[in-house]
């Protein structure tokens, strides 16, 4: 399952990401969108992992105070 991770704070790393969502299961990968060649956040991320980890994490996770800012977390529908 694919996870969109928005309002992330701008010095959030992909390192930090996984790690939030590790408590829930394996995480397969972790990305933070950049804007520009220079790298800097879009503060959106992505995650992937188990589809029930996934579940449980989303509704765990969502509107939660990480890192100073309140992130949203919802599943990526393709």
């Given at each position: 399952?694919?996870?969109?991770?928005?309002?992330?704070?701008?010095?959030?790393?992909?390192?930090?990401?996984?790690?939030?969502?590790?408590?829930?299961?394996?995480v397969?990968?972790?990305?933070?969108?950049?804007?520009?060649?220079?790298?800097?956040?879009?503060?959106?991320?992505?995650?992937?992992?188990?589809?029930?980890?996934?579940?449980?994490?989303?509704?765990?996770?969502?509107?939660?105070?990480?890192?100073?800012?309140?992130?949203e977390?919802?599943?990526?529908?393709?």
């Amino acid at each position: 399952m694919q996870i969109r991770i928005g309002n992330l704070n701008v010095m959030t790393t992909q390192k930090q990401l996984a790690e939030l969502f590790f408590p829930f299961g394996k995480v397969t990968s972790s990305k933070i969108e950049s804007s520009d060649p220079k790298g800097r956040s879009r503060r959106i991320g992505f995650i992937e992992m188990n589809n029930l980890c996934g579940k449980e994490a989303i509704r765990k996770l969502h509107l939660l105070l990480f890192m100073n800012s309140y992130i949203e977390v919802d599943e990526v529908f393709s």
